[in-house]
């Protein structure tokens, strides 16, 4: 008896097991992840809720993104202006006055680049466009900081979204403008598991273990708030988006960054 009710408890346990496994694949965001449908009544309208609030939190991020992307659109024209009357500025100042109007040149220049990173995340839409690129052609038609010369492999080719990788691209390089980095050294290697890594050493100030160990804590537990800037949180999310993540390896001079794409799919 005992042995046929266990039996019984597990069949009927079974599709709740099932709900469950879909559950964890579920994603309200992409329509090839729906949650399937229940033959049992009573997990019907536990379905029904589920989906619910999946469709609420999805308007929600809907919504987000595109006011990020049209507040990211009304900034690019004022700000390309700005630049221009600045450059003009600049030719025609006195000296005492260009050290001043270069560095307000320096940043309308860094707020042109994250506008150009919001715009590119926005862009891609809900489905990841993976494609063959050439990363050093990417990377010329990129707002880079001015001051920040590029040491690339050749060949260069990686398999990516276009606009998620530069847009992560861009905030991982200005992050490094900012930290005084004259050279950045880009390297690529295949993953182990599949996929690729693009990693990144510049020689700027860097930061110590400590401060290296907690960004790579607050990485992997994807707790961004308060902890680190939009540059390292915007290029975990484009390579979480790959299947893959960012880590942080030690450096012995300057900061390291490493960004894993997973496979393409096939």
Sequence with gaps: CMLWLNGRARRELRPLAELSVQLAQYDPLDPDRALPQQARRELVEIRSAVLELGQRLAQRVNN????????AHALRTPLAGMDAQLALALREAAPAQRE??????DAADRLRRVVTALLTLFRSGLSLQWQRLDLGELLAHLPLPRALALDLPEPAWVQADPDLLAAALINLLDNASRHHAGRLRIRLEQAPAG?????LQDDGTG?????REALAQALAQQQYEGRMGLGLMMADLVARAHGGGLSLPPAEQGFAVTIRLGPPPA
């Design 195 to 199: 996929g690729q890594l693009i990693q």
């Design 64 to 71: 987000e993104r595109a006011f990020s992307a049209h507040a």
């Design 207 to 211: 930061v110590t273990p400590a401060q």
């Design 100 to 105: 001043r109007l270069q560095r307000t040149r």
